[in-house]
């Protein structure tokens, strides 16, 4: 992560007061994880300045917030008395940053948090102050200006706006492309409030002023909901009538990291000319090719003809899903035989959807896979050519009957085989004790002692199906990346990053790539990850919603350590022949009371993860993992496994904060004690205090007395915050998912076995 900006608050922030934590101990599964959930406003003006307020859970200690690139910098907002003012920073946009979303960050005392998208553009900012849920009290807005808000709850938000007959205006709002809750509704109405255009889809309103004069947007979410977490983003921008005028940025969806393939570029694509749905319209095409073309009108069906021979292989790729588009496309091929009258069709192949390399889950309550999607709607196939002659290839959005949008765009490419492949990875979610299903945001911030899994999944194109080695590059001091590897034929692998138990504190951004062999030469792709926007702990209420993040931040916090760390005895290459039992010495570190007098391992790992569960004792120091080769057939080579399963810490929250909130509440009470007697002294002088005297003593008397309700009140608080902070440090059963330390194991043939 770049830009860091170390604040040196050493202050234990108990104060929850503008924190908006939504309950540490809320989730039955996984330790407290420090989340970034607002930030208002959320973006600022390229070249600007622009005051910020956070709000976050589990982030008591705020030491920094940071941000995916560097021309974005943050300093703390300081009060009049020079002291940082609690979860406010000035933050400086500077002109080399380009518009678009990049990721916001904070520092704590538990390490960095999940993201937040931030989001910068070349216009003009407001922030909303005032309520404006009536016409009369609706917010000015000028023209060509983005406004920052949060939705009103059970109310409509207005704006107004001046504009001229004629005039073409877009009105367009930002919310769950920028990590926001919120399912926007816009309306145009006149001056008057009466409803011009409605848009309840998502889609920004293109509006032509009838005439000179006032004009009201109106905003609210689809079932009226609203709160801090419902922000949003309305701009406002005049156009010509032929101007293609953008939409705001948009965080990326998690399928879409397959696209485009490595190298593609714009300089051979053939538009889609309309009418091409049949007959004479036809469009006739030569293999290989690009063309960009739209589903447009509805039911559009866009139909392209060319030659080919027997025995050739192309290979198909669509995209349009991956563009964030709600579309399916769908391809039929069928081989052309005679003409006219005589025309005969023969179906050759239907390409469909890209299905995800692992199931994913079906949001049920027993945990059946993760609530990622690395497959997409759009398309990679290939076509064999049987015959000779002419093929005519269909191309359609499947469910696009009554979708009417020019803005519903896709590209086509046919070409020859190029192999090639895309990765993505996540923080891995697993089983629990009562199925886990809890979609949480989990940043990669290690406590020491701790293995934390990053599923990996691959997809293949063009029938590119060799090892895939994954890259983990600079990682803070103390933390090492093991398992780097999605096996030949495999389309996933698991990363496996450990914090050493004595890391020190430290935050990097981590370079995730992948390389492989294709043709003889090495190619490095870059690794994408995602997470989710909101942990979602009871995906029964909530749909899980995930996308990519812009960079991948490793951080070891420095504050905790892990309750439990299981690890093998020796550091070293466990080596076993095929068909053999290897027996694997465990030791078991235990740094906090765990419930339960055992924990339940799996094992992860390509050649292994049929290993059966066996049970690891809790209350003891060591344990042996016996792994029979026999049952599990695996070949010679050489692999990287770890254990895993959950086990119930009794987990104390942050016990350091009761000491300094017992300290906190010691001088309070020092102070108010001095002042009450300070309070009684000059109320016994202002009794005897002669008449010349009196008035002036009796002044001072009443301002120690205020003091001393100040005092009495400071006291109060105090002890408040030492009633949280020891609610909070008292022990309680939180589900840990526990990781081994890699283990690496070398199968060798029978013949190769080594001497004893």
């Known amino acids: 992560m770049t830009n860091r900006f170390r604040l040196n608050l050493n202050i234990v922030a108990l104060s929850a007061t503008t924190l908006m934590c939504s309950g540490a101990f809320a989730q039955s599964v996984c330790l407290p994880a420090p989340r970034l959930l607002t930030t208002m406003p959320m973006g600022g003006q390229i070249g600007t300045t622009v005051e910020v307020t956070i709000s976050a859970e589990n982030a008591e200690i705020i030491d920094e917030l940071s941000f995916s690139h560097p021309g974005i910098t943050a300093t703390a907002k300081l009060g009049e008395d020079g002291v940082p003012i609690p979860n406010q920073f000035v933050v400086a946009i500077a002109d080399i940053c380009p518009a678009g979303i990049h990721e916001a960050r904070i520092m704590t005392r538990l390490g960095v948090s999940s993201s937040r998208a931030f989001n910068i553009s070349a216009l003009p900012e407001a922030v909303r102050v005032n309520k404006n849920t009536t016409l009369e009290t609706a917010m000015p807005l000028q023209m060509d200006t983005i406004c920052n808000a949060s939705m009103t709850r059970q109310a409509v938000d207005f704006y107004t706006f001046e504009a001229k007959q004629g ?18 509704v816009l309306i145009v109405a006149d001056a008057a409030g009466n409803d011009l255009v409605v848009e309840r889809r998502g889609g920004a309103i293109d509006f032509t002023a009838p005439e000179n004069g006032r004009y009201v947007v109106k905003a609210h979410d689809l079932t009226f909901s609203g709160g801090p977490y419902y922000f949003y983003r309305l701009a406002l921008q005049s156009a010509t009538v032929d101007e293609l005028v953008a939409r705001l940025p948009s965080t990326k969806t998690v399928n879409s990291f397959s696209w485009p393939p490595h190298g593609l570029t714009d300089d051979a694509v053939v538009a889609e000319v309309e009418p091409n749905n049949a007959g004479v319209e036809i469009q006739k095409i030569t293999l290989p090719c690009d063309i960009a073309g739209s589903f447009y009108p509805a039911a559009d069906v866009d139909t392209f003809e060319f030659t080919a021979t027997k025995g050739e292989i ?12 709600p579309t399916d496309p769908s391809i039929v091929v069928q081989q052309v035989a005679g003409e006219g009258a005589d025309e005969k069709l023969t179906d050759l192949v239907e390409l469909t959807d890209v299905p995800s390399p692992i199931k994913v ?21 290939k076509i064999e050519i049987k015959v000779d002659g002419v093929h005519r290839l269909q191309l359609s959005d499947l469910f696009g009957g009554t979708r009417n949008d020019p803005r519903n765009i896709y590209r086509l490419i046919i070409r020859k ?33 701790s293995t934390m899994a990053i599923e990996v999944l691959a997809i293949r194109r063009d029938g590119f199906d060799d ?78 919603d995930p996308r990519l993040l812009a960079d991948l931040p490793v951080c070891v916090s420095g504050s905790e350590v892990a309750p439990l760390t299981i690890a093998p005895a020796e550091e070293k290459v466990w080596q076993v022949v095929v068909g053999g039992k290897l027996t694997i010495p465990l030791v078991h570190t235990r740094r906090c009371d765990l419930s339960g007098k055992k924990i339940s391992l799996k094992t992860f790992g390509a050649g292994f993860e049929k290993n059966a569960a066996f049970d690891a004792p809790l209350d003891q120091e060591t344990s042996d993992a016996v792994i029979d080769l026999a049952k599990l057939k695996t070949p010679p080579g050489d692999y990287t496994i770890a254990f895993y399963g959950s086990a119930v810490a009794k987990y104390k929250y942050h016990p350091e904060a009761v000491t300094a909130a017992e ?20 109320a016994d002088a202002a009794k005897t205090a002669p008449a010349e005297q009196k008035a002036a003593v009796e002044a001072e008397a009443k301002a120690a007395a205020d003091k001393q309700k100040a005092a009495e009140a400071a006291v109060a608080a105090a002890d408040k915050n030492r009633k949280a902070a020891v609610a909070k440090a008292s022990p309680k059963d939180i589900v840990d998912i526990v990781v081994s330390q890699p283990i690496t194991i070398r199968v060798s043939a029978a013949e190769e076995a080594p001497k004893k």
């Open 467 to 544: 090892e895939i080695n994954l890259v983990l590059e600079n990682l803070p001091d103390g933390v090492t990346a093991s398992g780097l590897k999605i096996d030949k034929g495999q389309q996933r692998g698991i990363m496996l990053i450990t914090a050493d138990q004595n890391a020190p504190r430290g935050l990097t951004s981590a370079t995730f790539s992948a390389k492989a062999i294709i043709n003889g030469v090495e190619v490095i792709r870059p690794g994408h990850v995602a997470s989710m926007k909101w942990p979602v702990a009871n995906a029964a209420s909530e749909i899980p």
């Open 167 to 184: 005039q073409r205006v877009v009105v367009d709002c930002a919310a769950k492309g920028i990590d926001s809750k919120l399912t926007p």
């Open 314 to 325: 192309w290979w198909v790729e669509v995209a349009s899903e991956r563009f964030g588009l």
């Open 361 to 381: 889950s079906s949001n049920g309550y027993s945990y059946d896979g993760p609530p990622y999607n690395a497959g997409t709607a759009d398309i990679i196939g």
């Open 663 to 682: 300290e906190s509440l010691k001088v309070a009470k020092e102070k108010a004690a001095a002042m009450v007697a300070e309070a009684k002294n000059l």
């Open 417 to 449: 085989a190029t192999p090639d492949f895309a990765v993505v990875g996540w923080a891995l979610h697993m089983g629990l004790r009562n199925g886990d299903r809890n979609a949480l945001s989990k940043p990669v911030s290690l406590r020491g002692g």
